[in-house]
């Protein structure tokens, strides 16, 4: 049997397209149905690492939790990681094939195409119902011959269209009618409806636009999402750490942490379990002495590791930190981050810069080498010292991560570890991850998604609350085993005519 599909379009970026792909993939699986979550082409720092070993955007991990399936590369065959403005790492089927430039990456969309339609195939084989995610905008006129994302997707897909709107931002309406009206006759008549998203307010003020707009289309409109607060699932897109900009300062009773925002940042979610605890505030700062005073500092990933060291330098973070660091107050650094905190970095083989070295802080006992094999791979790993991060107590606790590097640390023979590696891909070994300073002051490693284990949050918090002399919060308000997606598929059932999105996955 072949699955029937649902493609979800938006009329630009990052107005929900992903987390209503979240919410219908838990509405449906909660029917009985067998569903899994498909992007042709996404555009991301955040990513993760599917069981076997494979690269996809987190946005589709996320879906698939929602779904309660295993993610896989099918569900987003082709990742693009931006180096710079016009290229981008391109990650097919889970692996990089490379850095390439867009006009490059443009002459191979039709071998890429036939992979996308394979990969579709695949899904729809073994499941229900898959749900599309589009990307951007389907009226994108300069793009739209060499589309990999959206129509074409919708096409090959055999899927009706429900369009996305952010009414939010302002002008959803005008969003609506023009992205209509750029498309071809043959691409307007896949749109099943109208969704309008993130509304704040009465609804019944909103009725006479809605009711314009289908006069104005002929085509219904599904619902009105309203603005979900406080959403626990993890973001993806950029915008959503622009929004972050300009958080104030934590209060004297909360923890204040402080996140270094690189210009290539990546795999910035790793905070957001940080994010979510009552009592603390993470910060993305850009200047210097915006990290002054604050609990804790962290290093983040980052997609180029050479030139945001550089820009540490330049910018005054590099002394900074150090300066930190004298004074026996707690840096973490995580993937590249944690490389920048070693002595130096290598890159002979121009894997990642046309600079073969730099200088690193000097905070930990190790140099980071590039080669040209990209480590990813789910991890299994457990406490190898006591610090910030791990108590004695949590030594025997099994931890779960991720890693996605080039960068290897090689590390001195009388330097300590952060974390022992149990398992790679669930194929058992026995490594040493990352470093910490004698006096514990400084921790890095190359683990992403620490922060999703409740045992590091809360070693970690515990640590930072004492040493500003707070009190734990009460136990009723941490941060509890809340499944977010079925409040979301709940927000769905509540605000969108499910006998029209019912009419939409059947027809």
Same mark, same amino acid.
């Given at each position: ?13 990052? /107005?929900? *397209? ?70 981008? !790492? /391109?990650? &097919?089927?889970? #692996? ?16 890429? $195409? =036939? ?11 073994? %499941? ?90 002929? &085509? ?44 290539? +940042? ?36 980052? *997609? ?16 900074? +930190? ?32 046309? !600079? ?45 991560? @991720?890693?996605? %590097? ?36 400084? &921790? ?12 590091? $949050? ?6 930072? $609350?004492?040493? *500003? ?7 009723? =308000? ?6 977010? @997606? ?16 019912? #009419?939409?996955?059947?027809?």
């Amino acid at each position: 049997m072949t699955a029937r599909t649902l493609m979800i379009q938006g009329t630009a970026s990052s /107005v929900g *397209k992903s987390i209503v792909c979240a919410a219908l993939c838990r509405l449906f699986r909660q029917r009985g149905l067998r569903v899994a979550p498909f992007k042709s082409q996404n555009m991301a720092l955040n990513a993760f690492v599917t069981p076997d070993g494979g690269e996809i955007g987190r946005a589709q991990a996320v879906q698939a939790e929602a779904a309660r399936v295993v993610p896989t590369v099918d569900m987003n065959p082709i990742l693009l990681k931006p180096e710079g403005d016009a290229r981008s !790492q /391109v990650i &097919v089927l889970g #692996k990089s094939i490379g850095s390439l430039g867009a006009a490059e990456y443009h002459m191979r969309k039709p071998e890429l $195409r =036939t992979m996308v339609h394979a990969s579709l195939d695949r899904l729809r084989a073994t %499941h229900d119902l898959v749900i599309i995610e589009g990307a951007g905008s389907p009226a994108e006129i300069n793009l739209k011959d060499r589309d990999i994302v959206n129509m074409y997707v919708a096409h090959i897909a055999e899927a009706p269209v429900v369009l996305v709107g952010d009414i939010d931002r302002g002008g959803v309406f005008a969003a609506f009618v023009g992205t209509m009206e750029l498309l071809e006759p043959h691409e307007r008549a896949r749109v099943g409806a109208f969704l309008v998203n993130k509304f704040r307010g009465d609804v019944k003020l909103l009725e006479p636009g809605l009711r314009f707009l289908e006069d104005r289309t002929q &085509v219904p409109v599904l619902g009105v999402l309203p603005y979900v607060k406080q959403l626990r699932v993890a973001d993806e897109d950029s915008v959503s750490l622009e929004e972050r900009r300009g958080r104030p300062r934590a209060a004297a009773n909360q923890i204040d942490i402080a996140v270094v925002r690189l210009p290539r +940042i990546s795999n910035y979610d790793d905070f957001q379990p940080l994010e979510y605890e009552p009592d603390v505030v993470v910060r993305f700062v850009e200047h210097a002495d915006a990290i002054e005073g604050a609990d804790l500092v962290i290093l983040p990933g980052t *997609k180029a590791t050479m030139a945001d060291l550089e820009w540490l330098h330049a910018t005054g973070f590099a002394d900074a +930190i150090a300066a930190r660091a004298s004074r026996a107050l707690p840096v973490l650094g995580i993937c590249g981050g944690c490389q920048m905190l070693g002595e130096s970095i290598e890159d002979p083989h121009g894997v990642e810069s046309t !600079q073969q070295f730099a200088p690193g802080l000097g905070l930990l006992a190790f140099q980071t080498r590039f080669g040209p094999e990209k480590r990813t791979c789910q991890v299994r790993a457990r406490s190898a010292r006591a610090s910030f991060l791990t108590d004695a107590a949590a030594a025997e606790e099994t931890l779960f991560g @991720y890693e996605i %590097h080039m960068g290897r640390l090689e590390r001195h023979a009388h330097a300590s570890s952060s974390f022992r590696i149990l398992a790679r891909n669930g194929a058992e070994v026995h490594e040493l991850d990352g470093d910490v300073s004698e006096d514990g002051t400084v &921790v890095g490693t190359m683990i992403h998604g620490l922060f999703e284990n409740a045992s590091v $949050r809360r070693t970690l918090l515990t640590h930072l $609350r004492r040493a *500003k002399g707070l009190s734990a919060p009460p136990p009723e =308000t941490t941060v509890g085993p809340r499944d977010e @997606y079925d409040r979301l598929a709940d927000v769905v059932r509540q605000h969108v005519n499910m006998d029209l999105l019912e #009419k939409l996955v059947q027809s």
